[in-house]
C-alpha cells in the first residue's frame, strides 16, 4: 500500500512544476490545440461516464465567467466522438474539448481519477491540481 500511495505522489506534478507544452486534438475540429506558456489556464480532466464531472460544470462555468480572460480546456479521457457529443448536448458547457482518447497525456500527468482540475500560471508552473475545482484563478 505503501509503495502505491509513493507511486502516486512521485508520478503526479506537483504545485510549481512545469507543465510542458503538448498538443491534442480538438473535438470537433481538424486541427490540434498547441498548447505553450503564456496565459493563465484550468485544465479540467473529464470522461462522460463520471458523475462528479456533471456535478461540477456549474462551478467551471462560473470560474469562466469570472475570469474571462484565462484560457479554459476541457480534456477528455477516453471517450469516443459519439460520447462526447452525446455528453456535450446534455450538458451544454462551454469551453474547448481536447481528445485524450488513448489517455496517454492524463496518464502523463499523473491523472488517475476524474474529475480533476489543474491551474496554470503564465509562465507553467501549475499552481493547483484537485479533484474539484478552485475557487479563484
Not at 479554459?72 to 474547448?96: C, E
Not at 496554470?120 to 484563478?137: Q, R
Request: proline share 7%.
Amino acid at each position: 500500500m505503501l509503495k502505491i500511495i509513493l507511486l502516486f505522489f512521485l508520478a503526479c506534478p506537483s504545485f510549481g512544476a512545469d507543465l510542458k507544452p503538448f498538443s491534442l486534438p480538438v473535438y470537433n475540429e481538424k486541427k490540434s490545440f498547441q498548447y505553450s506558456p503564456g496565459k493563465k489556464t484550468l485544465i479540467n480532466f473529464w470522461a462522460s461516464w463520471c458523475t462528479s464531472c456533471i456535478q461540477e460544470i456549474p462551478e467551471l462555468e462560473a470560474l469562466k465567467k469570472k475570469f474571462p480572460k484565462a484560457e479554459f480546456l476541457a480534456v477528455n479521457a477516453g471517450d469516443s466522438k459519439r460520447k462526447i457529443k452525446k455528453f456535450l448536448k446534455k450538458t451544454g458547457f462551454s469551453y474547448r474539448v481536447l481528445m485524450d482518447k488513448s489517455k496517454e497525456f492524463s496518464k502523463g500527468l499523473g491523472i488517475l481519477n476524474l474529475p480533476q482540475t489543474m491551474v496554470v500560471d503564465e509562465k507553467g508552473n501549475i499552481t493547483y491540481h484537485k479533484n474539484k475545482p478552485p475557487t479563484e484563478l
